[in-house]
């Protein structure tokens, strides 16, 4: 399927909730930071060039986006939170949905 990865033998579709475990390098210090939100997007054909969009919206309202190669380094784990119903490949049309309605178009019953 094109709107659909496989990391570690787990497959993850494009709706989905997801929990991103990054690793991030502050100084000589290394951390573990989690990163949830909703993949939005597929991106790349091969697995070296293969990259992922996921999108949260902040406790104040803001929709924050981050953009992962999916075999970097510094990406640790990926978990599943939330199993999406969806059927298009990329689902820019939640940038302009509201907590509610994203809830009520992505998770609702077919």
């Known amino acids: 399927?094109?709107?659909?990865?496989q990391y570690q033998d787990k497959t993850f579709v494009v709706g989905d909730t997801i929990a991103l475990t990054y690793k991030l390098k502050?100084?000589?210090?290394e951390r573990l930071q989690i990163f949830k939100g909703i993949l939005i997007k597929l991106k790349g054909s091969?697995?070296?060039?293969?990259?992922?969009?996921?999108?949260?919206?902040?406790?104040?309202?803001?929709?924050?986006?981050?953009?992962?190669?999916?075999?970097?380094?510094?990406?640790?784990?990926?978990k599943l939170v939330k199993k999406g119903n969806n059927r298009?490949?990329?689902?820019?049309?939640?940038?302009?949905l509201s907590g509610q309605q994203l809830i009520q178009k992505l998770y609702r019953k077919k």
């Open 1 to 5: 399927m094109a709107n659909s990865f």
């Open 26 to 29: 502050e100084g000589d210090k």
């Open 46 to 78: 091969t697995p070296e060039t293969k990259m992922i969009t996921v999108r949260k919206t902040s406790r104040s309202g803001i929709g924050v986006e981050r953009v992962i190669p999916l075999f970097s380094p510094f990406l640790s784990e990926i």
């Open 88 to 96: 298009k490949a990329k689902i820019y049309y939640i940038r302009n």
